[in-house]
């Protein structure tokens, strides 16, 4: 039990990574001598050094003169196979080797082609012991987005709505109406800021004119994407402001100004979510939140392009309204905001 404890230690450094290393995977590592944590690092920023190397920081600036004979008795625990390759920082593998560690134990192999397997080979190769496989569906959960990219070519897809008791997406009428309350739309928030980008149809800016920002939570904007087959939106429209980058997929223009870039694309009313999917891998988008509205979210559910749904129930009924979309998946939870309800789902035949 003891491997699985510092494992779970390695996930929850590792998760304070989040929306700060896309699109490489958020990585936590701990150096144990004698059954005492010695060391703690994580992956703070892309580009930046890897959650092994902040390890081996941390011992040698608090160990000074001793911290090499203790990284020579010492195992290692990171929940990502250490990298074998140079990329924008020097192969992990390599800086374990130098320090002669004991033995070294991880969470998932690495799915990336350059790495994958290697690093163990690199390790075991320099007569360092190393066990792989330690609480593997946890770390795989952690960085579904990374291994969704990696393994399918494609974003990890999110597919989140509101809908009333009685399952009503938006009023017949288009104008503007919560649903929920108000700390389901603060969680929404902290969800966006998680990440890469998110994603509306046309309709649903001129009806709800969103910001799709995390204003309601301390956190990084992500990307917001739009589609807009013949560009219609108003430009006074909150999408269009200089808050971040924001891409319009469109059928007229491939442009770029100030922080608005237009995509174009052909024939959008064939096959969109695997166009937009594509694209979105292309620009290293690792991870979208779809918020509507209801034909956006159905093209992508009739086409099975999801990973995961979040379906916010208010207790609310109303007597009509545009129904919401209806999910084939796996239930998962079921769990209160408040007077609201999130229902998750999961799509394992995707």
């Known amino acids: 039990m003891r491997d699985e404890l510092y494992m779970q230690r390695c996930l929850e450094l590792a998760e304070l990574g989040m929306a700060s290393v896309s699109p490489n995977p958020m990585v936590g590592c701990v150096i144990v001598n004698n059954h005492k944590i010695i060391g703690e690092g994580y992956h703070q920023k892309i580009g930046q ?22 990284l020579k008795e ?85 597919l989140k709505w509101a809908q009333t008791a009685n399952g009503f997406f938006a009023p017949l009428k288009p104008s503007m109406q919560w649903i929920t309350g108000a700390l389901s739309k603060k969680l929404v928030h902290k969800w966006r800021g998680e990440e890469d980008a998110i994603l509306v149809g046309k309709k649903t800016v001129l009806t709800d004119n969103p910001e799709l920002t995390t204003r309601a939570w301390h956190g990084k904007n992500p990307i917001r994407i739009v589609i807009d087959k013949n560009l219609e939106i108003p430009s006074d429209k909150n999408i269009y402001n200089d808050a971040v980058k924001t891409i319009i997929f ?43 509205g209801a034909n956006i979210l159905n093209q992508f559910l009739s086409a099975n392009l999801w990973d995961e749904a979040r379906v916010l129930t208010s207790p609310v009924s109303w007597e009509s309204g545009i129904s919401a979309p209806r999910i084939n998946g796996n239930l998962v939870s079921v769990s209160p905001i408040n007077e609201d309800q999130l229902i998750l789902y999961k799509n394992t035949s995707s």
């Open 74 to 158: 010492a195992t290692v625990y990171v929940s990502l196979e250490p990298c074998a390759h140079f990329g924008k920082t020097p192969p992990c593998a390599d800086l374990l080797i130098k320090h002669q560690v004991k033995k070294v134990v991880i969470g998932n192999r690495d799915p990336f082609p350059d790495v994958n397997g290697k690093g163990i080979s690199k390790l075991e190769n320099a007569g360092i012991e190393v066990i792989h496989g330690v609480l593997e569906e946890q770390c795989r959960q952690l960085n579904r987005r990374f291994f969704t990219r990696i393994e399918k070519q494609r974003p990890y897809i999110i």
């Open 49 to 70: 050094a890897h959650a092994e190397v902040n390890a081996i920081r941390s011992v040698l600036e608090k160990y000074g003169e001793q911290a090499e004979s203790l």
């Open 250 to 292: 469109n059928e007229l223009k491939t442009d770029v100004m100030n922080n608005l870039h237009y995509v174009q694309m052909e024939d959008m009313q064939y096959y969109l979510p695997q166009k937009i999917a594509f694209q979105l891998y292309l620009m290293d988008v690792q991870s979208v939140m779809i918020e509507g």
